[in-house]
């Protein structure tokens, strides 16, 4: 089956967000902790390209399709996770990119460079690292994973902030620069 990129964001209601991202149905990589593991030989690199050995990887379903089975751990190591086994893959920055963002009623809906829409919110939060001056905003995904937010959807959330540089998402409050 072809893969259908998302219509634009902006068309989009909460209702069809929460619709798609119900269809994609995950696998459960939070369940599985197999015992064997191994090198993956893949980097995603900070600009959110992905790369095998070397060689990009340029379809997007297969970016998609691995993207499902990461799973950060605690120690900040990030894993292509199936029930038998487990590769190690280098992430140089954030897994993944958040290349737009649209209010939708009460939620920040953001998209990802899969395709993918996740609501800023209390399951996923916006935390801002860096410093005042250069700024780094980082969204929680799924799995200890996060997306780094591009520069153009920073300058769309600061359209959406408020005059302390701060937008809200589900009723939570999140600061776009650094303390």
């Known amino acids: 089956m072809p893969y259908e990129p998302l219509p634009d964001l902006a068309t989009l209601s909460l209702a069809e967000i929460a619709a798609l991202n119900a269809a994609r149905k995950l696998p459960p990589v939070e369940q599985w902790n197999p015992a064997a593991s191994g090198d993956s030989l893949m980097v995603i690199k900070a600009n959110g390209r992905w790369f095998h050995d070397g060689g990009e990887i340029k379809r ?5 399709a691995f993207a499902g089975l990461l799973r950060r751990e605690g120690d900040g190591s990030h894993w292509l996770v199936t029930p038998a086994e487990k590769q190690s ?18 939620s920040l809906a953001l998209r990802l460079n899969t395709d993918e829409v996740v609501l800023a919110g209390p399951e996923h939060p916006l935390v801002a690292r860096g410093d005042p001056d250069m700024p780094a905003l980082y969204l929680a995904v799924r799995h200890g994973t996060e997306a780094r937010i591009n520069r153009s959807t920073w300058l769309q959330l600061v359209d959406l902030a408020d005059a302390d540089l701060a937008v809200t998402s589900q009723g939570m409050r999140f600061s776009l620069v650094p303390a």
């Open 60 to 64: 997007p379903a297969m970016i998609r």
């Open 89 to 106: 893959i280098v992430v140089e920055d954030a897994a993944f990119i958040a290349v737009d963002v649209v209010r939708t009623g009460d």
